[in-house]
């Protein structure tokens, strides 16, 4: 019933923004939460950003603090992430992840129970 549909990843030349969008569809209400996790080569699942949709309560790892944003459009069911100064380093298969109710701790993958299919960000050097 929930689906969750990222857009917006794309190539993107170091100290570049995008914005990621996820469309989440199948909430009967706004109490949910969203977070967004990243996958590099190589490299372990991490969670970089979430928000509890109904009180606007947000998380963010410390690698992408004062960087990336995490917003909401709760009318529309629609969760953003804005990254500005983008690094090589960003570069990775972004997911976004749903669960009812608040998060927990936000960044733990398994406390979501919907995944979005992913959309690559590849930031050049």
């Known amino acids: 019933e929930v689906q969750l549909v990222e857009s917006g990843g794309g190539l993107v030349q170091a100290g570049g923004s995008l914005r990621l969008s996820c469309a989440a569809s199948g909430f009967t209400s706004d109490d949910y939460s969203i977070g967004w996790f990243r996958q590099g080569p190589g490299k372990e699942r991490e969670g970089v950003s979430c928000i509890y949709v109904k009180a606007g309560s947000t998380y963010y790892s410390d690698s992408v603090k004062g960087r990336f944003t995490v917003s909401s459009d709760n009318a529309k069911n629609m969760v953003f992430l804005q990254m500005n100064s983008l690094k090589p380093e960003d570069t990775a298969v972004y997911y976004c992840?749903?669960?009812?109710?608040?998060?927990?701790?936000?960044?733990?993958?398994?406390?979501?129970?919907?995944w979005g299919q992913g959309t690559q960000v590849t930031v050049s050097s």
């Open positions: 992840a749903g669960e009812r109710g608040p998060y927990g701790l936000g960044w733990y993958a398994n406390e979501y129970e919907y």
